[in-house]
């Protein structure tokens, strides 16, 4: 992708706290990215995969060298039905290990729930009986809107005995405080 192209993407890698992680997110969730994300995901388009993160992929290696990558669960349905799992498909041009140790217990599609409904999302996800005892840990997500997933995740795996947890997601929605806060 050229830079000019690259640059509708409006790449922002914003710090933010979810509780007390540490999270990153790379664009704000806009017409261009949701138009990308919709190509990418709902019309299969796997060749996209390595878009979202193509000029960041050599600071984030760096900057999450050691940990290893959880991304998050999506429906069965949807991987089954484009072929692949986009947080994976994503998450994965970063060439760290990858534990995909949580999952959902029913096929319920975020994006058709209310944002009061997407608080209820812990209901719905499980860990394996893993053992992540000293490792290094970074949760993965494609959007973050109200942050019920990351916050269901990092419940789930702090109850493993991580040595540290930290997030990234390609994209957040805009909420009041990202609007004034000066960039």
């Known amino acids: 992708m050229c830079h000019r192209c690259y640059d509708e993407f409006q ?4 710090k933010f706290k979810v509780n007390d992680i540490d999270a990153m997110y790379l664009f704000n969730y ?3 990215i949701q138009k ?3 190509q990418f995901k709902g019309c299969a388009d796997i060749e996209l995969s390595q878009v979202f993160l193509e000029y960041f992929t050599d600071y984030l290696r760096l900057k999450y060298r050691g940990f290893a990558v959880i991304p ?3 429906s069965k349905e949807g991987d089954e039905q484009r072929g692949f799992n986009h947080v ?3 998450f994965s ?5 990858m534990i995909r140790c949580v ?3 029913k096929n319920i599609k975020q994006a058709d729930l209310t944002a009061k409904e997407r608080e209820n999302v812990q209901k ?5 009986d893993i053992d992540l005892t000293g490792k290094k840990i970074l949760i993965v997500d494609d959007v973050y809107t109200t942050g019920s997933t990351i916050r269901s995740m990092i419940k789930l795996i702090q109850s493993k005995n991580p040595k540290q947890i930290k997030a990234l997601v390609m994209s957040k929605t805009m909420d009041l405080d990202d609007q004034n806060r000066p960039n």
């Not at 790449?11 to 914003?14: D, E, H, I, T, V």
């Not at 719905?124 to 394996?128: A, G, H, P, S």
């Open 11 to 14: 790449p922002q890698l914003k």
């Open 30 to 32: 806009d017409q261009t």
């Open 36 to 38: 990308h994300l919709y």
């Open 72 to 74: 998050a669960p999506s």
């Open 88 to 90: 994976v498909e994503i």
């Open 93 to 97: 041009h970063l060439r760290l290990p």
């Open 103 to 105: 999952h959902k217990t």
């Open 124 to 128: 719905i996800l499980t860990i394996d």
